[in-house]
């Protein structure tokens, strides 16, 4: 009797720890694991131009994408007017990208093509000078006047950026594309000037 | 009535008697002459355990797509996915359920990003159908005392997991820096409660 006790000892005890084991280690706590995914596309935008509050010098304002000039030369001496106008954009570049500046013209330029050639003594095109903060970008277009063609600078950005784009333009007083203080001719005169933020 | 009862159990004694004669004959046949008994206890036990379901349908990842506006580089607000079944999940016993979460966060720009700009999209994580409260953990917050909530007794049946309330690490004016790959894991979590 007591050998029929011991056996059955054994074999509560090993019965017990047969389950213990794969029930204790294994399975008392049980896990998954989901994982939430998703992609951030490469992205650049540019917002609609604003005026700069109390920045404009001799600027009409902004009409649209159009900034007009109040009074383009000085009455008494028909020499160029100083001028000048602060204009920000709301932009983001969510990767390295490039800051493209662009003027049309290379200045202001007549609208109407002339045909006869400029007379002597007068200034038939207005430099102007161009500067933009963006991020680290601190950039200066000079649209010099000297020949109508596009000219561009080009910045490269090597972080994502986000904010507004800076963007002064300045006509200094008397310039012009052939002398200082030159009179300028009749007419009407624009450039465009682009803004690009792109790829690299 | 009476006699057939008696008789019922007159052949049930006798049945007995038969069996136990045959075994002693069959021990006769061998040689033994004693008889002996031997107790054997039978014993078991059911172990508190837990086990995690299976997920139907689709596979386990949440998958949320391009998660910003192209046009502003912000955030969606419109993010939303499917929720996920656990199916067949069971405890035995009392039983905690937990979700932990990670945010999700830029697998290959891992720098400090720039400037109004963020790598992390935080979410909520709800696991339902467990518990009445449901278990539902915030990344990014300081705390999540929802995470964790317990059921008093032995449950069996399906969990269904969710993510929502999607926002940028950071804050709402912060921009997402591209990333072909934000990732971030859910974490349910079935266990004995002590």
Known sequence: ?200 | MSRNLKRLAGLSAAAIAIAWSGTAAAQEGGGGSDTDTKNFAVVGNVPAMCVGGTLAGTGATFDMGVLIDVNTGLLRNDLAAPPKILSGSFCSARSTITVAATPMAAQTFTATPPAGFSRTVNYTATAAGWTETPASYVTGAGSNPAAVQTRGTAFSGDITVSVGSFSTGGGATQRLVADTNYQGNVTVTLAVAS
């Open chain 1, 1 to 200: 009797m007591p050998r029929a006790l011991g056996l059955e000892t054994v074999l509560v005890v090993g019965g017990f720890l047969c389950w213990a084991s794969p029930a204790f280690a294994q399975s008392t706590v049980a896990t998954k694991t989901l994982p939430v995914t998703g992609n951030a596309p490469p992205v650049c935008a540019v917002g609609s131009p604003r005026l700069e509050a109390g920045s404009q010098i001799n600027f009409r304002g902004l009409s649209g994408n159009t900034l007009q000039i109040d009074q383009m030369v000085d009455p008494t001496t028909l020499a160029v007017a100083a001028a000048s106008v602060d204009i920000k954009f709301d932009a983001v570049c969510n990767y390295p990208h490039r800051l493209r500046l662009e003027s049309q013209n290379n200045g202001l330029f007549p609208t109407l093509q002339r045909t006869q050639p400029a007379a002597p003594g007068f200034g038939s095109a207005v430099p102007y000078r161009a500067t933009v903060n963006w991020g680290v970008v601190n950039g200066v277009l000079n649209a010099d006047a000297q020949a109508r063609r596009i000219n561009e600078q080009r910045f490269n950005v090597d972080l994502p950026t986000a904010g507004e784009i800076d963007l002064k333009l300045t006509i200094a007083p008397g310039s012009s594309n052939t002398r200082d203080n030159a009179p300028l001719l009749a007419g009407d005169y624009a450039d465009t000037m682009r803004i690009f933020v792109e790829p690299r």
